[in-house]
């Protein structure tokens, strides 16, 4: 079974850093289209960043310049960097990617399970 497993939420203070990762597990062949959405309490889930296979990036304007999305195609592992963290980029972020399932020979879109990230003092 293919899944996106994510990693690296917490609490932090304000102005403080996180790295979420999101990697995919499972017989794959590929990954891409991958991207962090976020969606706190009583709001809907937004994008806040993509990145194409070939390095492409897009940011929510929220985010900019102060969250780097990256990813490591051999890993088949993405990550994003969130630095300089407010209060308001509490959330539960999810990791989405479109992979190329062996068992099926065709691509799925795949959402991880979400990671709780809180900035607080």
């Known amino acids: 079974q293919v899944q996106l497993v994510e990693t690296g939420g917490g609490l932090v203070q304000p102005g403080g850093s996180l790295r979420l990762s999101c990697a995919a597990s499972?017989?794959?062949?590929?990954?891409?289209?991958m991207g962090w959405y976020r969606q706190a309490p009583g709001k809907e889930r937004e994008l806040v960043a993509l990145?194409?296979?070939?390095?492409?990036?897009n940011y929510a304007d929220s985010v900019k310049g102060r969250f780097t999305i990256s990813g490591d195609n051999a890993k088949n592992t993405f990550y994003l960097q969130m630095n300089s963290l407010k209060p308001e980029d509490t959330a539960v972020y999810y990791c989405?990617?479109?992979?190329?399932?062996?068992?099926?020979?065709?691509?799925?879109?795949?959402w991880g399970q979400g990671t709780l990230v809180t900035v607080s003092s």
């Open positions: 990145i194409t296979k070939s390095g492409s990036t």
């Open positions: 499972g017989s794959i062949f590929s990954i891409s289209n």
């Open positions: 989405r990617g479109v992979v190329g399932a062996v068992a099926q020979m065709r691509y799925l879109e795949v």
